[in-house]
């Protein structure tokens, strides 16, 4: 390993050198330099490296060596469902069977690839109690807008175009209101109460018709069950409105209970958190959606059917709420969560939210003499600290995070949950062994600790990462964010 | 469970730390009626070595075929070294990167994918990468609205390909957002049109192709001076790969860029994961969605990088932010990084004149069968539509019994073609020869 590696890509290049191999071309008499019009082609050239694959091969080993993942250690972020990505599935997806599928391929030569889309859609169905499932949106905040459009469809085909407005609780995800937004729609801000569920009395008033639906959670970004849900089902219901659950804590309630049985009408999946697919640095994902019966026709198109003779075709239904992909969503990630739930088949499948709720609880209780714990009770897949009890060191939230990567562990989510000043959000995930999570705890204490006896050295963490505190400010108020920038 | 650590004895362990009795204690608060009391109806758990040969049998119910289908994703050559490298567990395996002391590594290969996409693109600044190309021209196109405050109606060209068409209508359809067509004239943009519908001065934004969606290299002079004396934005949905040899989006005037970096190796895999590319201007950069990587300094003055400008995003702002979306596409913007350094400058264009070669030698092969003829007669890259006197269909279903995907049909009388570097000579002859004998 080269140590404090640092080059650009673009500062290895040396002109000659290539890093590509291609077939001669075989045909003789065709020129595309001469014969494509001058005012059609580039004036410029770009600069891009000129390298070899060997270059590629080390420049990018070294940049994953200043990385941190699943892989390389415990990464408890809050609402992020961390867990292990097995390998099977990138074998699985990477099948050169799937691998090679054109798109416009005709369906008859794509059986296997469609019976894969059709029975995880299925698989989805049971697992979350919602008749009908689309895979064709692309992340969870992507699912999250096509849910909210076939809300709006929904109510636009009943004629009630005054259904504008969707009710987002406080504590919710910032996509939330942001796919709200974006899906056209006003958004009302329902309070908690103290103890962080939805306050059902500050609701009542908010239900009108002019209410879409409702946007929730369960269990909510505290980690807390909404045990008023059927309540809250019965009163949106009850003015007209639709309940659409975020699926970002599914993990929890995993084979305990099902967002359909809840009363909910609409719900996206992660399959990137709860079904294992591995989150690339930020993606790709896939943000499936479900409706209940008596919505499927809303779903985006295309859709996927299975005939009586039970060939598998692509649909377009006229009700849709549209397009919102490509084609099928991100296909190579659905076969990654498909491989997985066959993996773990009926008989785990269930354990997954008891163990995630598990691990949650027990890290919960081993750190709350440490750290406030705003909310007492059973947490489900995770739980909020608001800072450390002993705030009179001035060591923050984010001192705190900081100094957790000098210990070889990624952060928790911080300063989320909005409801907290000093939100630490931990998720331990089902795959995290007690040996591992004693070790995390050994070492938040530890830290606890620090911030009484020596707090400098937590302020002013990390120290020992390949980079240390960066300058923010900066790089937002006089953006590089090219080479050439950069370069000046 | 392999993916389950748990002993009995932790279990209990446990348990006992968190002061509860049961496993069914950690849900104790959920009301009785919404538990699931009963078996899934899910296959039971299947080995490494039954998955396997279940994927198996399941690949055999699709047939492997000579692509010759284009219209928004080729079948280009992807490099040996590009799956080993994404497929490391510090890249595949990391979240967003939100603690930049431990994610260096993917926040520079972001910068690296930003630098690339502005070379190729000429835009002055890019995002860390979009799901794919029709909601990245979505995206832009609420940029012009949001940009142009006053005005909601966006106008897109007719060539534009119909997959990132009815993206485009849904994403605008709940945004109150108005699209009109600009007309289209043999297999261009019909620019006369396009002034005729900028006169209302209710133009936030144009968009256009290139190449479009019939494989024409459209000229596109004078169009932004157009549209800028309209105070409209002119957004152009380009093919990455091509811009290795096209006249870059900047240079048109664009000030939006877009589209889908499929054609920079990725492979097909039936629709996805791509990754979408969207670029700007520096005018318009406070207006761009998703997340910006920029660099920086760490306190002891090493060079750094770090996601910046994050006052657009929905974490930060919610309801207010440019766009709901959350992620990018980071691994496939790796992806497509490492493409673009394996090939450089040269490897580009090598690619676009091996498949321009191609598909010119094979666009005259069928017009001399007589069987097929150009439909425009217009500058094209490495696909182009043809009219045939036999029905599409007709000529698809006897390809296909060749293990030939025959293109893409997009007419009662429309067939468009697409060759790229990996189709051989004896593979076009072949397609050739089984129209000719029609």
């Known amino acids: 390993m080269i140590r404090n590696y640092d080059k650009l890509i673009f500062e290895l290049s040396k002109e000659g050198r290539v890093g590509y191999s291609l077939p001669k071309s075989e045909f003789d008499g065709c020129c595309m330099c001469s014969e494509l019009p001058a005012n059609l082609c580039r004036e410029s050239l770009p600069i891009l490296p000129e390298v070899t694959e060997f270059d590629v091969v080390r420049h990018y080993t070294n940049l994953s060596n200043k990385n941190f993942g699943v892989d390389t250690g415990f990464y408890p972020l809050g609402s992020c469902t961390m867990k292990y990505n097995p390998r099977i599935n990138e074998e699985m997806a990477a099948h050169p069977a799937f691998a090679g599928l054109h798109p416009d391929a005709p369906t008859c030569s794509a059986q296997g690839a469609l019976e894969i889309y059709y029975n995880l859609a299925q698989a989805l169905s049971e697992i979350s109690g919602l008749a009908s499932f689309t895979l064709n949106p692309y992340a969870g905040a992507h699912g999250e807008l096509t849910g909210l459009m076939i809300m709006r469809k929904y109510h636009i085909l009943r004629g009630d175009l005054k259904r504008t407005k969707v009710i987002v609780p406080d504590s919710a995800h910032g996509t939330n209101p942001a796919s709200a937004a974006v899906c056209g729609l006003q958004i009302v801000e329902v309070k908690s109460t103290p103890k962080g569920t939805v306050d059902v009395e500050d609701l009542k008033p908010l239900l009108d018709d002019t209410v879409a639906g409702i946007m929730m959670t369960n269990p909510n970004t505290l980690g807390i069950f909404e045990t008023e849900i059927p309540e809250i089902s019965r009163l949106v219901h009850e003015c007209g409105g639709l309940l659409y659950y975020d699926g970002a804590n599914l993990n929890a309630v995993l084979g305990k209970c099902r967002p359909g049985d809840m009363g909910f009408d609409i719900m996206h999946i992660n399959l990137h958190k709860t079904f294992s697919t591995p989150h690339g640095g930020g993606g790709p994902g896939d943000g499936p959606v479900g409706v209940r019966a008596g919505l499927e026709h809303l779903l985006p198109n295309p859709q996927v059917k299975k005939g009586a003779d039970g060939i598998f075709y692509l649909d377009a239904d006229n009700a849709s709420a549209g397009y919102v992909s490509n084609f099928l969503g991100n296909f190579a990630v659905i076969m990654r969560a498909y491989t997985y739930i066959l993996t773990l088949g009926r008989e785990n499948v269930k354990m997954v939210g008891p163990l995630a709720v598990l691990n949650a609880n027990y890290v919960k209780e081993s750190l709350k003499e440490e750290y406030y714990l705003p909310i007492e009770g059973v947490c489900k897949h995770e739980f909020v600290f608001d800072g450390l009890v002993d705030k009179s060191t001035g060591v923050t939230t984010l001192d705190i995070a900081k100094r957790l990567l000098d210990y070889g562990y990624h952060a928790p989510t911080i300063y989320f949950p909005l409801l907290f000043h000093q939100s630490i959000m931990i998720e331990p995930t089902e795959t995290e062994s007690k040996e591992t999570l004693d070790e995390f705890i050994g070492v938040m204490k530890k830290v606890a600790c620090e911030a009484i006896e020596n707090p400098d050295v937590v302020k002013s963490a990390p120290h020992s990462t390949p980079v240390r505190r960066l300058d923010e400010t900066t790089a937002a108020r006089f953006p590089k964010t090219t080479y050439r920038q950069m370069k000046g | ?438």
């Open chain 2, 1 to 438: 469970m392999k993916y389950f650590p748990h002993t009995q004895d932790d279990i209990d362990k446990m348990l006992q730390v968190a002061g509860l009795k049961s496993m069914d204690d950690l849900f104790g608060e959920i009301p009785q009626q919404l538990l699931f009391n009963r078996e899934f109806a899910l296959p039971e758990a299947m080995s490494e070595v039954e998955i396997r040969k279940f994927f198996e049998a399941l690949g055999k119910k699709n047939s492997q075929l000579v692509c010759f289908a284009g219209a928004g994703v080729e079948d280009h050559y992807s490099p040996s070294i590009i799956n080993p490298i994404i497929s490391r567990g510090e890249f595949l395996t990391a979240y967003t990167p939100y603690q930049p002391e431990i994610s260096q590594g993917t926040l520079q290969y972001i910068f690296e994918y930003q630098s690339m996409i502005c070379e190729l693109t000429g835009m002055d600044v890019a995002n860390a990468s979009m799901y794919d190309g029709t909601t990245a021209t979505a995206e832009a196109m609420m940029m012009t609205v949001a940009a142009a405050k006053k005005r909601n109606k966006v106008l897109v060209s007719a060539t534009m390909n119909p997959k990132v068409r009815r993206v485009v209508d849904t994403y605008a359809l709940y945004n109150g957002i108005v699209v009109e067509s600009i007309a289209e004239k043999d297999g261009v943009t019909d620019l006369a049109d396009l002034e005729i519908k900028l006169q209302g001065d209710d133009v936030a934004g144009v968009i256009l192709a290139q190449p479009n969606f019939y494989g024409v290299v459209e000229d596109y002079t004078g169009v932004a001076e157009m549209c800028h004396a309209r105070k409209a934005l002119m957004v152009m949905n380009a093919n990455p790969l091509a811009l290795a040899v096209l006249r870059t989006p900047a240079e048109w005037g664009a000030d939006i860029a877009c589209g889908d970096g499929q054609t920079l190796g990725i492979p097909m895999n039936y629709g996805g994961p791509y990754v979408g590319y969207l670029a700007c201007t520096n005018a318009l950069v406070r207006k761009l969605p998703g997340r910006i990587v920029g660099s920086t300094t760490d306190v002891d003055g090493k060079r750094a990088f770090v996601l910046t400008l994050q006052a657009r995003e929905q974490h930060i702002r919610r309801e207010k932010a440019n766009s709901n979306i959350c992620s990018n596409q980071s691994l496939m913007a790796l992806f497509v990084t490492i493409y673009m350094s394996l090939m450089g400058n040269k490897g580009l264009k090598e690619v676009n004149r091996l498949s321009y070669d191609g598909a010119h030698y094979m666009a005259n092969k069928l017009v001399a069968t007589g069987k097929c003829s150009m439909a425009f007669d217009k500058p094209f890259l490495n696909e182009f539509a043809v009219k045939t006197t036999v029905s599409p269909e007709k000529i698809q279903e006897a390809l296909l019994a060749k293990g030939i995907l025959g293109g893409v049909r997009i007419a009662d009388d429309m067939l468009l073609l697409c060759v790229t570097e990996q189709r051989t000579k004896d593979e076009i002859d072949l397609l050739v020869e089984t129209v000719k004998n029609l």
